[in-house]
Each structure stands twice: as structure tokens, then as C-alpha cells.
């Protein structure tokens, strides 16, 4: 079994920062991609940004210059700095990650979401 959990949601004024963290525990022998993506009500999942050791990081347009990821292989964890948040960045964010458990194959694995809401 894996499980991620993340942590670092919450309530922040318009401008200011968050940082999100999502560690994976359990049957890992590897991890490959790990990301976050967010979802608001009525609106399918949209990836936020991923990370790939040996890879620059990937970025949604909205997000790119204000946040940044990165990952910590020690740890099995990735977080997600957000600065210069918007109203707009309101949402549930979800850290995915890519696990292997020995074999040639990667399965995804999903965090419980984490709410980070930007409101003035």
C-alpha cells in the first residue's frame, strides 16, 4: 500500500505565499513523475506543475513564474512554493506521484487534496 499526504493548504489575502508539501510512504522502490494538480468545483483537474529527476520542471501557463516545484528524492516528497497567489488560484490541490514496487511498471497514486483558498 502507498499513501501521500500533503500538507500546507489553507486561507491566504491576495499576493501572498504557500507552500504545499505531499510525501509518499508505503511499498516504494522508485518514484518517477510527481506533481500537483488542482480542481475546482464543476471543472475537470488540471495539472498544475510536474517534476522528473534529471528534468526542468513542467508549468501550467497560469502558474508559471509565481510557482515552483521541486522535490526532495531522500524524503519521497515534493512541494509546491506559491507566490504572488490570485483569487483565481483558489482550489483544491491534489499531489500525484508515479510508484514503483520493484517491476518495470508505474502506477499513479493520488494525495486526499489539500484546500488552498486566495480571498481577501
Known amino acids: 500500500q502507498v499513501q501521500l499526504v500533503e500538507s500546507g493548504g489553507g486561507l491566504v489575502l491576495p499576493g501572498g505565499s504557500l507552500r504545499l508539501s505531499c510525501t509518499a510512504s508505503?511499498?516504494?522502490?522508485?518514484?518517477?513523475?510527481m506533481g500537483w494538480y488542482r480542481q475546482v468545483p464543476g471543472k475537470e483537474r488540471e495539472l498544475v506543475a510536474s517534476?522528473?529527476?534529471?528534468?526542468?520542471?513542467d508549468y501550467d501557463d497560469s502558474v508559471r513564474g509565481r510557482f515552483t516545484i521541486s522535490r526532495d528524492n531522500a524524503k519521497n516528497t515534493v512541494y509546491l512554493q506559491m507566490n504572488s497567489l490570485k483569487p483565481e488560484d483558489t482550489a483544491v490541490y491534489y499531489c500525484?506521484?508515479?510508484?514503483?514496487?520493484?517491476?518495470?511498471?508505474?502506477?499513479?497514486?493520488w494525495g486526499q487534496g489539500t484546500q488552498v483558498t486566495v480571498s481577501s
Open positions: 508505503g511499498s516504494i522502490t522508485s518514484i518517477k513523475t
Open positions: 517534476i522528473l529527476s534529471g528534468y526542468s520542471p
Open positions: 500525484n506521484a508515479e510508484i514503483g514496487h520493484g517491476g518495470t511498471h508505474f502506477y499513479p497514486y
